[in-house]
């Protein structure tokens, strides 16, 4: 593969149909220059970092002095350049220059789905600059913004400062509210002082936003202040770097802070509501990461399978072969529609004066949480079944499937574990009643498309759901505190098998293989017993991008 974006046919199409003629030309020809980088360059450079050439922490100079230093090889460093050049943080808040208007987040979660096909673990430091770049833009002040906005967004026009949210502390984890760090005020900023103890980015950012307790300040999360802390020569220390089973690429470290200088930044009572609205941005950079290797994983598993041989055939002539790679096939493009669909919603919601209702807010925050989990784990799927495909080979590092399963594991975690996001579906049903909204809104989508085969399972899902809510209801808290994964996977389901449908249904001259996606989506994830739908819609579904000649020939094969 030389280029993930001009193989990715589904990818083109979100980006056409979403993105202004102009906007789309620009992008097409930026993201074909990108996806052959990606595929080539970037991917070779990942390889290394992983394997030979991982952030390293320096902690002393030659006189004893404590440094903190995080050393990065040239390659890491020449990814950052070209990726952060691209504009994938910056024209998220500025003007394209050759267009003359600013970008928008559907374009930048585009160039992050490329790029994590290579390097997940570089997307992680794309997404702390996102966010940090997000919540100076929105609630910095005029002087904040001034001093340090133009180096978060840098596209190689002023120095680059990359950004980090230094949030969990050793003694409370996912609980914030327990965090202690505290913040004493000066003139004209404040100092911080105490540990955080998963620190992502740290050495190489420019900027960090941190949560801190001002003194005086109550308990829990609404005792929590938002803080900018510039990164040089801060009274900012490095513990360790820690060791982790994949995403070697950033480096996630144990800091102290002695004394480090920090300036509020918005009210000083909404810094913990600041940054859920960046972990909300997090948790969609998580699931766009997901995608990615979700689809580095299918293609690796289907061209080993085309080019593998195995009792006299190539692997991809056995059904049950075609099975999987049908399944993962559907499974993928179902799953990258119904995120851009998300995104197109937290384009509208994210931006400054958004005119996004309440209704719209609420089902943005459950649509993230939903997919968050559905992407995260099925990335992990994916790659088991590419290790699979590839037999012993998948399970050998000069092959890039460990590499991908190592860098799956943590999208599960980070941006909050599967426990975390069902905590997040309860509070929307208790203050948003979000699950009554969310049934009304699938119900609509449904009802404006052709009854028959394909919407049948999915009225029946909406009103299993709603009979499953109801039951819930009536539990005391202790119990239903035991269900809400079991009701995100069934939102996931019904929210993917609507979009499924929709597209199968769309306005494009020819929706064949739309519709053939969609049969095997309701099938395998509703049980509709159509066994025989992944081999029937093989070639339309697996062999899209295939020549003529090698699929009559793998024809010939079968039928021998």
């Known amino acids: 593969m030389k280029n993930f974006y001009t193989s990715d ?106 790029l994590s096909q290579a390097e997940p673990g570089f997307y992680c430091p794309v997404t702390l600059t996102m966010a940090t770049a997000y919540l100076i833009d929105h609630y910095a002040d005029q002087v904040l913004k001034d001093k340090f906005l133009p180096h978060v967004l840098a596209t190689g026009d002023v120095e680059l400062f990359e950004g980090a949210t230094f949030l969990t502390e050793r003694q409370g984890g996912s609980d914030v509210g327990a965090n202690e760090v505290e913040a004493i005020e000066q003139d004209g900023y404040y100092t911080l002082q105490g540990e955080k103890y998963f620190a992502s980015n740290a050495g190489m950012c420019g900027v960090a936003m941190v949560l801190a307790r001002v003194n005086g300040a109550q308990p829990g999360t609404k005792g929590l202040s938002l803080f900018l802390v510039p990164w040089k020569d801060n009274n900012i220390a490095i513990r360790r770097l820690k060791d982790k089973l994949g995403v070697r690429a950033v480096p996630s470290a144990e800091v102290e802070l002695d004394g480090a200088k920090g300036y509020l930044v918005g009210d000083a009572k909404k810094g913990f509501k600041y940054m859920m609205e960046a972990l909300n941005l997090s948790r969609v950079c998580n699931a766009v990461a997901s995608l990615g290797i979700m689809r580095r994983a299918f293609t690796e598993a289907r061209d080993y399978a085309m080019e593998r041989e195995a009792f006299g055939n190539k692997l991809i002539a056995y059904p049950m072969i075609q099975e999987t790679l049908v399944q993962l096939a559907v499974k993928l493009e179902v799953e990258t529609s119904s995120t851009f669909k998300l995104i197109n919603l937290f384009d509208k919601v994210m931006q400054k004066n958004s005119s996004a209702t309440t209704n719209e807010q609420a089902l943005l925050r459950l649509y993230i949480a939903i997919l968050k989990k559905e992407t995260a784990e099925q990335s992990i799927a994916f790659c088991h079944e590419a290790i699979e495909m590839h037999g012993g080979n998948g399970y050998i590092e000069d092959f890039v499937t460990p590499r991908l399963l190592r860098d799956a594991q943590v999208l599960t975690v980070w941006e909050g574990t599967a426990n975390i996001l069902g905590l997040e ?94 049969k095997v989506f309701i099938n395998m994830t509703f049980e509709t017993k159509e066994d025989a739908l992944p081999l029937d819609y093989f070639d339309l579904i697996v062999r899209e991008d295939v020549t003529e000649k090698t699929v009559s020939s793998s024809k010939s094969d079968e039928e021998s």
Do not use: C
């Not at 952030?55 to 952060?84: A, C, F």
């Not at 003359?100 to 992050?112: E, V």
């Not at 199968?504 to 293989?513: I, L, N, P, T």
């Open 9 to 114: 046919k589904k990818i083109q199409a979100i980006l056409k149909s979403n993105l202004p003629a102009d906007f789309f030309r620009h992008a097409n020809e930026s993201l074909t220059n990108f996806g052959e980088r990606v595929a080539t360059a970037i991917d070779e450079r990942a390889a290394h970092t992983d394997r030979e050439g991982q952030p390293r922490l320096v902690k002393y100079d030659k006189m004893g002095n404590d440094i903190s230093h995080v050393w990065v090889n040239e390659g890491y460093k020449q990814t950052v350049k070209e990726t952060y050049n691209t504009g994938i943080v910056g024209y998220v808040h500025k003007e394209i220059p050759e267009l003359g208007h600013q970008g928008n987040y559907l374009y930048s979660f585009a160039q992050g789905y490329l």
């Open 425 to 518: 579906v309860m509070r929307l049903m208790e203050k948003f009643r979000i699950h009554e909204v969310f049934i009304q809104e699938m119900k609509e989508q449904l009802e404006t498309l052709p009854n028959g085969d394909l919407t049948e399972p999915l009225f029946t899902a909406i009103y299993d759901l709603e009979k499953f809510m109801n039951k819930i209801q009536q539990m005391d808290e202790r119990t239903r505190l035991m269900y809400p994964k079991k009701i995100a996977k069934k939102m996931a389901a019904i929210f993917e098998g609507i979009n499924a449908v929709i597209e199968a249904y769309g306005s494009g001259k020819s929706q064949a293989r739309e519709m053939a996606i969609a």
